[in-house]
């Protein structure tokens, strides 16, 4: 391994993972460090579900090497690509089912193919500084033995902008004005369950679920993983009759499940854990076993009162607790939740946001209809490069959740299409930077959109390519409903848009 690096990524979440791969694709030497033994952060480690869409309305809006990933996982079998919510509300437009196992092999083969060094089971411990600038990094191993390395740019892609913060950069914990954060929540899967019970339990429910809807196959992919995909939260009569009897007690009023990627599994975003500091480590040691507690809980419920459940058990939870939201680190420009809610356009447009507003209720129980946001944006809006450069620290960009934005702006960038896409541009910009010897504040974004076309990321909308993935996807999706001959869970409202 070097001692020196163009261009060093710290963390291996989604963020790193397209950073890394767009500066080691771009030429620039790399290293990706990694505190887990694997890649893919809170995607592998907090056992997440599917892929929250690349799309805006059937526009896909992020591509490039997020695609390309995504490509690989469907060859390597462990990925559905995107498929079609007909109902985008409380999941957004699409949602790409993947193996966890999958993705942190497919990742790691990608960045070995693109010539990047990885370095696991490696914490950051501090930061070289000569004045405001970083000139390298120091990553402890779990015997406290140190590494030292140093680089022309550091890419802070740790979610929660440790690199920025040793260096001394300002930040704001969650939203400005409280401080308070996005719950986080811990993930698990049930195995054995019968799922057609399940959809039918909620075929004949419908008034019980705040939302839900039928998932449309829009590609192939491999016959192992072929189901009948849907999605809803609800279960509320269920959840009440459980928590007055006393059978359950967790921090919100209804369940969302939705499958897992292999048949007869079920996939479980139902646990919420709210005012915790996930950057205190007294905190997030409470936080686990919160969240163990109350997947017990839900788990013994699905069991007991859920159609579907009687002989499933929990057969995956994460290694950490999913966290969504903690720093996010003051940059040249500070995305807001008016610039995401009007879709707004900058010159120096280095990705796109999509997905709606989504902040979960920060104090508990309740859903999107009560305390949450759930808020459909008028268009695309432009991520700009100068919220990915610190404000006042040279030699780091920012990529993945800890780029500078408004709590609200990151309730809507924060989804995993969104973070590979900042950080693809994050890894693009790196490795401008290394090439021409100069800072980030330095860049040109024009020379980072040049990269981008070079690995065909998209920072502006193409009108005649959108106007053909709309007319495929509306044609798709009509096919579909006509196959189901009714038993379809989307709200009929919906589907009668999708009749001619
Ligand atoms: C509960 C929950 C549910 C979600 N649901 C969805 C969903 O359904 N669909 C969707 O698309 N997105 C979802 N997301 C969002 C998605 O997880 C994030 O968009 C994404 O993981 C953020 O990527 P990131 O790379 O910025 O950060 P992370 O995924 O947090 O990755 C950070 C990486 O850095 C490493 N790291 C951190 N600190 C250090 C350090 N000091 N030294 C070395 N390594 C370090 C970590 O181990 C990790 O690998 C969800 C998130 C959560 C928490």
């Not at 809170?42 to 992020?62: N, R």
């Not at 299409?417 to 900042?422: A, P």
């Not at 040049?450 to 920072?459: A, C, E, P, R």
Request: with cysteine; charged share 25%.
């Amino acid at each position: 391994m070097n001692r020196y690096y163009d261009v060093i990524v710290v963390g291996g979440g989604p963020a790193g993972i397209m950073s890394a791969m767009a500066s080691g694709k771009s030429g620039a030497s790399t290293l990706l460090v990694e505190k887990n033994g694997f890649l893919g952060g809170a995607a592998t480690a907090a056992v997440l579900g599917p892929i929250s869409p690349f799309h805006y309305k059937d526009e896909q809006v992020i591509t490039g090497l997020p695609q390309d990933f995504m490509d690989r996982m469907v060859q390597a079998k462990g990925s559905t690509g995107h498929m079609k919510t007909l109902d985008p509300y409380g999941s957004g437009d699409s949602l790409g089912f993947y193996d966890r196992e999958k993705y942190k092999f497919v990742a790691a083969e990608m960045l070995l193919e693109f010539g990047v060094d990885i370095l696991y089971h490696s914490t950051l411990c501090s930061v070289e500084m000569q004045d405001n600038r970083i000139t390298g990094i120091t990553t402890a191993a779990k015997d406290g033995s140190r590494l030292h390395f140093k680089a022309h740019v550091v890419v802070d892609a740790t979610g929660d902008g440790d690199v920025a913060v040793m260096a001394g950069e300002n930040y704001v914990l969650g939203d400005a004005v409280q401080h308070k954060m996005s719950p986080s929540s811990s993930m698990f899967e049930m195995a054995n369950v019968d799922t057609d019970r399940v959809f039918q339990y909620i075929f004949e429910h419908p008034d019980d679920f705040e939302f839900k809807s039928d998932i449309v196959p829009m590609r192939e992919f491999d016959d192992r993983l072929k189901q009948k995909y849907f999605v809803g939260q609800g279960f509320k009569q269920l959840v009440s009759q459980a928590v007055e009897a006393g059978d359950l007690t967790f921090g919100r009023d209804s369940v969302i499940v939705l499958n897992g990627i292999h048949p007869n599994t079920m996939h479980f975003n139902a646990t919420r854990i709210c005012g915790k500091n996930p950057t205190d480590v007294t905190d997030r040691t409470a936080s686990e076993i919160d969240g163990r507690r109350q997947i017990d809980s839900v788990s013994e419920f699905m069991i007991k009162y859920v159609p579907g459940f009687e002989h499933a058990f929990v057969s995956v939870t994460g290694s950490e607790v999913g966290v969504r939201e903690t720093r996010h680190i003051e940059g040249l420009y500070t995305l807001t939740g008016t610039d995401a809610y009007e879709g707004r356009k900058f010159e120096d447009a280095v990705s796109r946001g999509y997905f709606p507003i989504d902040l979960h209720n920060p104090d508990g129980a309740t859903g999107y209809g009560n305390g949450g946001v759930w808020m459909e944006l008028k268009d695309t809006f432009d991520i700009p490069y100068r919220s990915l450069v610190p404000k006042h620290i040279d030699g780091l960009i920012l990529s993945g959740r800890c780029i500078s934005g408004t709590s609200e702006a990151h309730g809507s960038y924060r989804t995993q299409g969104g973070i590979m896409g900042i950080g693809q541009a994050a890894g693009a910009a790196a490795a401008v930077c290394a090439r021409n010897q100069i800072q980030p504040r330095q860049a040109d974004a024009r020379d980072i959109q040049k990269v981008l076309d070079q690995l065909g990321g998209s920072y502006r909308r193409d009108e005649a390519r959108t106007a053909l993935e709309k007319a495929r996807a509306r044609e798709i999706a009509k096919a579909y409903i006509k196959s189901q001959n009714g038993r379809l869970i989307t709200d009929p409202k919906i589907l009668a848009t999708y009749e001619d």
